[in-house]
């Protein structure tokens, strides 16, 4: 039962464009919600996060938006870069310390 | 500080082979979690500490899997017996109480194959 969904795999855009990408959640609970990214043989690291209380939260290039009533969270980087090609995970907690990720995608920005 | 520090970074064993895997967290973080990453459940929350107790293995797949935290500054993640489909790369992560709003800090992984 996969509670944080991505369900796009993998997305490629050409540098300078914006990339989009998409997370749903199933469960109401949640009141916090992050992006991560990850590049090859390192671990995650922390990109950006968001609190139900908000619908929007951007810095620099990435704001992530996020629609309570659709379930769904996005984040979108403007310009994309060709060091943004990593996978990108979404991420949600419901008030505890537990974080649940998502399947991840991929996201592949050419020149 | 030097993050998190995970060992061994890759791991190959038989099946039926015991495995450890190490993660020594951030000084000063009281949480501590065990993820594994797949194709098919990308990140999934295996198990995970707080001041040294565990508090939810709900995510422990098989009994064959276990985990310990003997003090504020050391885990292990054991299986034993081993399987191929056990093939992961296993992630701890620490972080202080809570989340905040940076999340937990990721070690660098264990790629664990098994064969």
């Known amino acids: 039962d996969q509670q944080v969904k991505q369900n796009s795999p993998s997305l490629s855009v050409q540098e300078g464009r914006i990339s989009i990408l998409n997370c749903d959640y199933t469960?109401?609970?949640?009141?916090?919600f992050l992006w991560y990214k990850k590049y090859p043989a390192e671990g995650p690291t922390f990109l950006i996060s968001?609190?139900?209380?908000?619908d929007k939260n951007e810095d620099g290039r990435f704001t992530v938006f996020l629609n309570k009533s659709a379930k769904h969270l996005s984040l979108h980087i403007v310009p994309s870069q060709p060091g943004d090609s990593a996978v990108y995970f979404c991420?949600?907690?419901?008030?505890?310390?537990?974080?649940?990720f998502g399947t991840g995608t991929r996201l592949q920005v050419f020149p | 500080d030097a993050g998190v520090i995970q060992s061994p970074r890759h791991e190959v064993t038989e099946m039926g082979q015991e495995v450890t895997l190490r993660c020594k967290p951030i000084?000063?973080?009281?949480?501590l979690f065990w993820y594994r990453q797949t194709m098919m459940r990308g990140l999934e929350l295996l198990i995970y500490?707080?001041?040294?107790?565990?508090?939810?293995d709900s995510g422990m797949p098989e009994d064959r899997f276990s985990a310990k935290m003997p003090n504020a500054s050391f885990s292990t993640l054991k299986i034993q017996p081993s399987e191929p489909r056990d093939s992961a790369v296993y992630f701890c992560?620490?972080?202080?109480?809570?989340?905040?709003?940076?999340?937990?800090?990721f070690g660098s992984g264990t790629r664990l194959t098994v064969v």
């Open positions: 992560a620490s972080s202080l109480p809570g989340i905040t709003n940076y999340g937990y800090t």
């Open positions: 469960n109401s609970m949640f009141d916090y």
């Open positions: 968001i609190s139900s209380i908000k």
């Open positions: 991420a949600a907690s419901a008030s505890t310390d537990k974080l649940i």
């Open positions: 000084s000063g973080h009281n949480s």
């Open positions: 500490f707080n001041n040294n107790v565990p508090i939810d």
